[in-house]
């Protein structure tokens, strides 16, 4: 019992960490790019990734945690795939409307439903289905203005779908399968993702900023800002893989949308950005679907541990009873009298 609430405090912590973290590198990024004209999104991620790496390599030398080894295929493509997924997203961005790249994340949801159902057989009730429905509408409502399409744009959403799925399932599957804890994995896959990241980085931001990251002048605050940004970017990618690894990629997605309705919160009361009825109502319907969803998780988590403890009793039930084996222990006493010496 003492575990079990031990672990329940732990994934609480790990998504008030992600929470926390994440709404602070956004406000924190939105005052680097918009008030100081920072747009290098992509080679940013690459510098976050980094200085994440540096960091946990001096945690590591100074024992605060031991290194499990992996096998290095894993982790550079499981690596390589984080590191696409986000230039992928970066790249949705700057070929789609704010709007149906609002769309693109928000359909992650559905489709790491669908691969989890699909190759690791799990289910999800029609309830928690409702509650991720209703979760969606009111991000939707509360954050899509406008939906323009183009053919090029639809294909890297697509993309980006398809490989942050992949990747956020990978980081729950390689914990469980393998198990390593998240620190362990981010520590070792880190160097893959900031690599490619780092090569890739100054060519897609130059692509779709047309301005070079060599160039930019960077003054003391900016300087600064980057540095809180990187600092802050650790708790954020420490927290993305505890809270993947400690409940899912689907419960990972939803705590991602609860972020953005935080942002646009924080938005319109810090930085008086224009907030309308349909965010309010948005926001609402999207925190109502957040609830619903952690109830009915809850429900159906302790459903499946009073099932497995009931099957546990009914296990030990089945053993030999406890008198036919004093009978054996008895007629073994017997046999060992007859042999010893007098």
């Not at 984080?82 to 709007?99: A, K, M």
């Not at 994340?105 to 509650?131: D, W």
């Not at 309705?261 to 009361?269: R, S």
Request: glycine share 6%; aromatic share 12%.
């Amino acid at each position: 019992m003492g575990e079990m609430k031990s672990m329940q405090m732990g994934v609480i912590g790990a998504l008030f960490l992600s929470v926390a973290s994440s709404v602070s590198i956004v406000i924190c990024n939105k005052a680097l790019m918009t008030n100081l004209g920072f747009p290098f999104a992509t080679t940013l991620t690459s510098w976050h990734l980094m200085v994440t790496y540096c960091t946990l390599h001096v945690a590591y030398k100074l024992n605060f945690f031991e290194n499990k080894p992996i096998d290095v295929r894993t982790v550079v493509l499981f690596g390589l795939l984080n590191g696409i997924s986000i230039g992928l997203l970066n790249l949705s961005l700057g070929f789609n409307s704010i709007g149906f790249y609002q769309m693109t994340k928000l359909a992650i949801i559905p489709f790491t439903v669908l691969l989890e159902t699909l190759f690791f057989n799990k289910k999800f009730s029609q309830k928690i289905k409702f509650s991720l429905f209703l979760l969606l509408v009111g991000v939707g409502i509360a954050s899509i203005t406008d939906l323009q399409l183009n053919f090029v744009g639809s294909v890297l959403s697509l993309l980006a779908i398809a490989t942050t799925c992949v990747g956020q399932i990978l980081t729950n599957t390689i914990q469980k399968r393998l198990n390593v804890t998240s620190t362990q994995l981010l520590y070792q896959s880190a160097p893959f993702q900031a690599a490619i990241l780092f090569v890739s980085g100054p060519f897609v931001d130059k692509y779709l900023t047309r301005l070079n990251v060599f160039s930019f002048h960077y003054s003391p605050i900016v300087a600064g800002f980057i540095t809180l940004s990187c600092l802050i970017a650790v708790s954020v990618n420490f927290s993305t893989f505890l809270v993947i690894g400690k409940t899912s990629p689907v419960t990972y997605q939803v705590l991602g949308h609860l972020k953005t309705c935080l942002v646009l919160a924080f938005g319109y009361t810090l930085l008086h950005d224009p907030f309308t009825p349909r965010n309010i109502a948005g926001i609402l319907i999207a925190v109502l679907g957040m609830l619903l969803y952690s109830y009915f998780c809850s429900v159906a988590s302790k459903s499946k541990q009073a099932s497995s403890e009931s099957t546990f009793l009914g296990k030990d039930r089945d053993t030999t009873p406890l008198l036919g084996q004093e009978k054996e222990n008895h007629h073994e006493a017997k046999k060992l009298d007859k042999h010893s010496p007098v």
